[in-house]
C-alpha cells in the first residue's frame, strides 16, 4: 500500500485549485471582451479564418485608399478637361465669326490677342498639378510637362494604381496623348510672344507670309500650335487659314470630349470597385462575429458552473488540509 504524503496532498491541492482557477479566469476573460477565441488554442481552425479575414480587412482598407486618391485625380482631370473644354469651344467660335470675308484686319488683330490669352490659359491648364504633382506629364511627375511654346517634356507612360487584388487602372492622361493630335501633320510658325502686348498693331504683307500657313498647311500638330496658327492667321487677316483650322479644331475637341468621357467611366469603375470593397468587408465581419464572438448564455453558464467547481475545490481542500493524524488518535 502506498502512503499518502503530506506533500503530496498538497500538489494536489494546488493542482486541482490551479486548474478551476484558469478556467474560471479564461471564462471571465471571455465574459469581459465577448470573444471566443483569446489564443490560436482556443480554436486553431477559427484563428486561421481570423487571420485571413484580417488580412483582407487590411488589403481592403488599402484598397479603398487607392481608389480615393484616383478618385480624387480623375476630379482633377476632369475639371481640367472641363475648362480646356469651354477654351477651345470658344476659341472655334471666333474662328467660325472671322473665317469670312465681313471682317477687317483690325478687327481681326484686335481678335487675336483673345486667342493669344485662350493659348495662355491652355498652356497653365496643360501644367496644372495636384499637390506637387503634375497631371499631365506622365510618370515625370514633378517636370513642368509644358515649356511656354509648347514642347512637351513629360513622358508617354501612364501611371496605374491597383484597386483590388491584381486589377489596375489608370489614373492620369499624358500631354503627349491629349494636346497633340496623332492625326495631324506637321506645320511651321514662327514662335509667339509671350504677352498680348507685344504682338504688332500692323502686320505688312511680306510679314505676313513668313507668319501664317498658307491654305491646306494650317493643319497644328497640338492644341497651341493650333491657337498660335489661329493668332496668326488672324494678324495676317488670312481667312482661309482660319478656315482650314476649323476641322482641326473640332478634332481638338472631339478628342478632349472623348477623354472626359473615358473619365467618367473610370469614376463609374471606382465607385463600383468601393460598393464591392464595401459589401465584403460587411461579409467579412458578419463572418468574424461567427467564428470569434461567444455564446452569452453558453459562456456565462460555463463561467458559473466553474465557480461552482471552484467554490467546492476550496471548501473540500480546506477540509483536507484540517485533519492531522492526531484527530484521528485521541
Known amino acids: 500500500m502506498t502512503r499518502v504524503s503530506e506533500n503530496s496532498t498538497l500538489h494536489s491541492i494546488n493542482y486541482a485549485t490551479g486548474k478551476t482557477k484558469s478556467k474560471v479566469e479564461d471564462l471571465q476573460i471571455k465574459g469581459s471582451n465577448m470573444?471566443?477565441?483569446?489564443?490560436p488554442s482556443d480554436d486553431?481552425?477559427?484563428?486561421?479564418?481570423l487571420l485571413q479575414i484580417r488580412s483582407q480587412n487590411i488589403d481592403a482598407n488599402q484598397y479603398l485608399r487607392n481608389l480615393n486618391f484616383a478618385q480624387t485625380s480623375l476630379g482633377f482631370t476632369e475639371t481640367v478637361l472641363e475648362e480646356l473644354t469651354d477654351i477651345l469651344s470658344k476659341a472655334k467660335e471666333l474662328a467660325i465669326g472671322q473665317s469670312s470675308d465681313i471682317y477687317n484686319p483690325e478687327v481681326r488683330?484686335?481678335?487675336?490677342?483673345?486667342?493669344?490669352?485662350?493659348?495662355?490659359?491652355?498652356?497653365?491648364?496643360?501644367?496644372?498639378?495636384?499637390?506637387?504633382?503634375?497631371?499631365?506629364?506622365g510618370q515625370k511627375l514633378l517636370t513642368r510637362p509644358f515649356d511656354t511654346e509648347g514642347k512637351y517634356n513629360g513622358d508617354k507612360n501612364k501611371i496605374f494604381i491597383e484597386i483590388n487584388k491584381d486589377v489596375f487602372i489608370p489614373i492620369n492622361i499624358t500631354g503627349n496623348e491629349l494636346f497633340f493630335d496623332s492625326e495631324s501633320k506637321p506645320s511651321s510658325r514662327l514662335s509667339l510672344p509671350d504677352k498680348a502686348e507685344d504682338i504688332p498693331t500692323e502686320v505688312s504683307a511680306?510679314?505676313?507670309?513668313?507668319?501664317?500657313?498658307?491654305?491646306?498647311?494650317?493643319?497644328?500638330?497640338?492644341?497651341?500650335?493650333?491657337?498660335?496658327?489661329?493668332?496668326n492667321a488672324?494678324?495676317?487677316?488670312?481667312?482661309?487659314?482660319?478656315?482650314?483650322?476649323?476641322?482641326?479644331?473640332?478634332?481638338?475637341?472631339?478628342?478632349?470630349?472623348?477623354?472626359?468621357?473615358?473619365?467618367?467611366?473610370?469614376?463609374n469603375n471606382i465607385t463600383n470597385a468601393e460598393n464591392n470593397i464595401?459589401?465584403?468587408?460587411?461579409?467579412?465581419?458578419?463572418?468574424?462575429?461567427?467564428?470569434?464572438?461567444?455564446?452569452?448564455?453558453?459562456?456565462?453558464?460555463?463561467?458559473?458552473?466553474?465557480?461552482g467547481i471552484l467554490k467546492a475545490t476550496y471548501q473540500a481542500s480546506g477540509v483536507l488540509m484540517n485533519t492531522k493524524l492526531m484527530d484521528f488518535l485521541r
Open 35 to 39: 470573444k471566443r477565441i483569446q489564443k
Open 44 to 49: 486553431p481552425i477559427g484563428n486561421v479564418d
Open 109 to 137: 488683330q484686335s481678335v487675336s490677342k483673345e486667342i493669344h490669352q485662350l493659348r495662355m490659359q491652355a498652356l497653365s491648364l496643360a501644367n496644372k498639378r495636384m499637390g506637387n504633382r503634375y497631371l499631365f506629364s
Open 206 to 231: 511680306d510679314q505676313g507670309r513668313n507668319l501664317a500657313s498658307q491654305p491646306g498647311e494650317g493643319i497644328s500638330t497640338s492644341i497651341f500650335d493650333e491657337l498660335g496658327s489661329l493668332e
Open 234 to 267: 488672324l494678324l495676317t487677316n488670312n481667312p482661309d487659314v482660319i478656315q482650314s483650322l476649323l476641322e482641326q479644331m473640332d478634332r481638338s475637341i472631339d478628342r478632349v470630349v472623348a477623354y472626359r468621357a473615358k473619365i467618367g467611366a473610370l469614376s
Open 278 to 307: 464595401e459589401k465584403q468587408k460587411l461579409l467579412n465581419e458578419e463572418y468574424k462575429t461567427k467564428v470569434e464572438d461567444a455564446d452569452v448564455a453558453e459562456l456565462f453558464s460555463n463561467l458559473q458552473k466553474e465557480q
